[in-house]
């Protein structure tokens, strides 16, 4: 089966040639488009002849009939919801202690598959935690990271923070992951070099979760300590070739709805050159 393919839609318009970001979609003289089957490994299946195709003609075999989603105009936002919608997400510090179902858990997951990654690599893997008690025991492993790291030399600033972190985690505040039951952590495959694919996925994260009424929060800390801690790395599964980009805290929001006022921003630094 070639990995490219087109069907009797086909208006040989040749803009599927166009996008094709490797260049390996030819144009035959009147017979259609066609990647020649010494190029298929040069493809980055990323799907722009799919995407754009004017008449939905184009086929790529990895991508199986039940994963070709339509996408439905009329689903889309107008630009004015889809900005209210950015803008009122806020980082949640309230948190439910029960699990999130499963299912939700999957359906963010899946939002996240569609982040842009550099060269469509695709290569961010999830941890997550299954509930509040794993995540608790994982925020006491990143305040003994921080004991740890307070008892050799490091910067004052640091230092001091660290201490702040410590002493209310002892006072019995949870401060790493504010009384979530999850953590989503976006692990990352060392060899690549773009650490942004797993930024971006973290973001997409959060972005997803605020469309379903998750609350989510940057776990700045525990990332802080997970890139210091091989026992965090091993809680976690984390392999040698991996690193740890960062993590969500999530869970179901406790007594907070959609934020009603947004807060207050630096003006935007632009510079026109
Ligand atoms: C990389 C990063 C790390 C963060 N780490 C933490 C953290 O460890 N704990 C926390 O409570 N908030 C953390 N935050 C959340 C920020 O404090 C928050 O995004 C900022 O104050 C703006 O508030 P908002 O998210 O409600 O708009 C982090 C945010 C980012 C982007």
């Given at each position: ?144 990271t921080f004991r740890g790291m307070l008892s050799i030399d490091i910067?004052?600033?640091?230092a001091?923070?660290l ?111």
């Amino acid at each position: 089966m070639p990995l490219f393919t087109v069907d009797e839609r086909c208006i040989q318009c040749g803009l599927c040639s166009e996008l094709c970001v490797a260049r390996i979609i030819k144009m035959n003289d009147g017979e259609g488009p066609e990647v020649l089957p010494e190029d298929e490994e040069k493809c980055i299946t990323c799907g722009q002849c799919v995407s754009f195709c004017p008449t939905s003609a184009c086929f790529l075999d990895i991508q199986p009939l039940e994963d070709r989603i339509e996408v439905l105009p009329e689903l889309m936002p107008s630009a004015e919801i889809a900005e209210t919608f950015l803008r009122s997400r806020r980082s949640v510090r309230r948190y439910k202690s029960e699990s999130v179902d499963e299912s939700l858990v999957h359906r963010i997951i899946e939002t996240c598959r569609y982040a842009p990654t550099a060269s469509n690599s695709q290569l961010v893997r999830w941890v997550v935690t299954s509930d509040r008690e794993q995540t608790k025991k994982l925020g006491g492993m990143v305040v003994d990271t921080f004991r740890g790291m307070l008892s050799i030399d490091i910067e004052e600033k640091v230092a001091h923070m660290l201490g702040a972190v410590v002493r209310a985690w002892d006072a019995g505040h949870d401060v790493i992951f504010r009384t979530a039951p999850h953590l989503a952590v976006a692990v990352f495959d060392r060899k690549h070099t773009f650490q942004e694919d797993a930024a971006i996925a973290l973001t997409y994260f959060e972005l997803a979760a605020h469309a379903n009424e998750i609350g989510c929060c940057w776990a700045g800390f525990f990332t802080t300590a997970a890139r210091q801690s091989s026992e965090i790395q091993k809680f976690l599964g984390v392999g040698e070739n991996e690193m740890i980009v960062g993590g969500q805290m999530f869970g179901y929001p406790s007594g907070l709805g959609l934020s009603h006022i947004l807060p207050p921003r630096k003006k935007a630094s632009l510079t026109w050159i």
